[in-house]
């Protein structure tokens, strides 16, 4: 089956500083990747996604590049902000199963 | 609101209790899944039904019960749990298995004592 393994864990930056977390999966097969930002106590949310056949995509700070020889993907967050603090995961699908990294916290400071 | 609601948002419940978590969405999705989420590792998957047929039932001990009655509801059933059951309950729904686009609901904070 699916494994993901994202990092770092933690990523601690300054604001206006860039942030990048990556993603690695195991099954070639897998052919969508969403990223998804979770705030302490709420849900988490879609915040850029990218398909197989794409190798970068880019939504004002937020771009995702996919490397599927490699078989890895990365969240790039430029310009960070304090309200860009929070965890964000990583996921993979392969046909009908998301399966989610462990997960980043991200914390932005002043 | 996203379209996906559940409840109740929170849930402590003794080890003999039964009690039943509800997720409804308003998207008009196929698709529903249970995740749960602990302290410090990935959302797990649960449970994924797709136009109310059960399609993945990952490992989970019998304790848990899901429930489809239509695409729009999704339940899941709890009796006899154990503490180590304490998570963040999290249903989602998809317009189909295959397209992603997944949107979570507020999730069911259960505690079990």
């Known amino acids: 089956g699916e494994n993901v393994e994202q990092h770092p864990s933690t990523l601690s930056v300054q604001e206006g500083d860039s942030a990048v977390i990556k993603c690695t999966y195991s099954d070639s097969a897998s052919n969508y990747f969403p990223w998804y930002k979770q705030e302490l106590g709420k849900r988490p949310q879609l915040i850029i996604d990218i398909r197989s056949n794409v190798g970068e995509k880019k939504d004002q700070r937020i771009a995702v590049t996919l490397n599927k020889t490699a078989k890895h993907f990365s969240l790039h967050i430029t310009e960070t902000q304090p309200e860009d603090s929070a965890v964000y995961f990583c996921a993979a699908v392969r046909t009908d199963k998301l399966i989610f990294g462990t997960g980043t916290r991200l914390q932005v400071f002043p | 609101e996203t379209g996906v609601t559940q409840t109740p948002r929170h849930l402590v419940m003794g080890m003999t209790n039964k009690k039943s978590l509800k997720c409804e969405q308003h998207?008009?999705?196929?698709?529903m899944y249970w995740y749960k989420q602990s302290a410090k590792k990935p959302l797990e998957l649960m449970f994924v039904y797709s136009l109310e047929e059960r399609v993945e039932n990952n490992s989970v001990p019998s304790r848990f019960s899901p429930e489809c009655p239509n695409s729009s509801h999704l339940f899941l059933h709890l009796h006899t749990l154990q503490p180590e059951d304490s998570a963040l309950y999290l249903c989602?729904?998809?317009?189909?298995?295959?397209?992603?686009?997944?949107?979570f609901g507020s999730g069911t904070r259960l505690t079990v004592v």
């Open positions: 998207l008009g999705h196929n698709a």
């Open positions: 989602a729904s998809s317009q189909d298995r295959a397209r992603g686009g997944y949107t």
